[in-house]
């Protein structure tokens, strides 16, 4: 079985519902809170208000950012180019007189810059190096719910201005629920669709690819190296390269994730996570990282 080894970032272990919400973000640091989200689903929105301590970790330091009456409770997040923060609620209510603002831009201080709709039924969000907002949907944002009939996300991706502004949606053959979003820079958009199990690559606002994968597995974290769709695939435990065939992607290698002692460091508790080339795993032992390379997955 070949394998990689990713060196042990630090011994800090995130809780276990922090773990699952944590995002690494463009300059590879991990933004997460340990809010439990559970007493929120059914308050009401237009009353909604609540604080919350946000976190940004860079395996040396930790700092805490209080957001103190959020009208949302914050299930998305990111961070601009400036070091200011995303924070986006999965639902967005919408009324005959009213629609709810369900993301701001928020200081590191705190405070509020402007908040705006990015629309209901978020499945992911992230930040280019351009400061455009990418926004993925689920199957409710898709077709419509919460008083949506025209659905903000009715195409499955949505691309926004800094400030909410709609500048792009994908005209795409097929829409469903998009799954994982994997963005470090404008020209290189990777987000992976449940129906026929697609990929798209995105250059800035330009289509590259979208091709399916003919393989049965459970699609995790993507990116794409050269050629090669690499993707964590829960199902078998293992990261696998996928090369293109006729036109659809179909399996090469499986890697087992290992630590520099040649531990196994999946386990059901553990979070994946890929943005850009680098591959994190958050941990019972700590948090571990490694960047893919083409000749890593060539050995």
Request: net charge negative; proline share 3%.
């Amino acid at each position: 079985m070949n394998s990689i080894t990713l060196e042990k970032w630090s011994d800090v272990v995130l809780p276990i519902p922090a773990r699952y919400r944590a995002v690494i973000t463009r300059d590879h640091k991990i933004l997460f809170h340990e809010t439990d989200m559970t007493p929120f689903i059914n308050q009401d929105q237009r009353t909604f208000r609540e604080d919350f301590m946000m976190y940004q970790f860079d395996g040396d330091n930790i700092i805490s950012i209080v957001i103190k009456d959020m009208p949302f409770p914050p299930t998305h997040f990111d961070t601009f180019t400036d070091g200011t923060l995303l924070l986006a609620s999965a639902r967005c209510v919408r009324t005959d007189d009213w629609i709810q603002k369900n993301a701001g831009r928020y200081s590191l201080d705190g405070e509020c810059l402007y908040k705006f709709v990015l629309g209901d039924g978020i499945s992911a969000v992230a930040i280019d190096d351009e400061d455009t907002i990418w926004a993925g949907y689920y199957e409710e944002g898709v077709y419509g719910n919460y008083g949506w009939d025209e659905p903000i996300g009715s195409s499955g991706l949505v691309a926004f201005s800094s400030k909410g502004e709609v500048l792009f949606r994908p005209h795409l053959p097929m829409i469903n629920e998009l799954y994982y979003l994997n963005i470090q820079k404008a020209n290189s958009i990777f987000a992976y669709y449940s129906l026929f199990s697609a990929i798209i690559h995105l250059d800035h606002f330009g289509r590259v690819q979208h091709s399916e994968i003919e393989e049965v597995m459970e699609v995790g974290p993507i990116t794409i190296i050269n050629e090669s769709l690499i993707t964590y695939d829960y199902h078998s435990k293992l990261l696998w390269s996928l090369k293109k065939q006729e036109g659809v992607y179909k399996k090469d290698k499986a890697f087992a994730l290992k630590d520099q002692e040649g531990n196994d460091l999946y386990s059901e508790e553990s979070a994946i996570r890929i943005r850009g080339n680098w591959l994190f795993v958050l941990n019972d032992s700590g948090i571990y990282r490694v960047e893919l390379t083409m000749r890593m997955l060539e050995e």
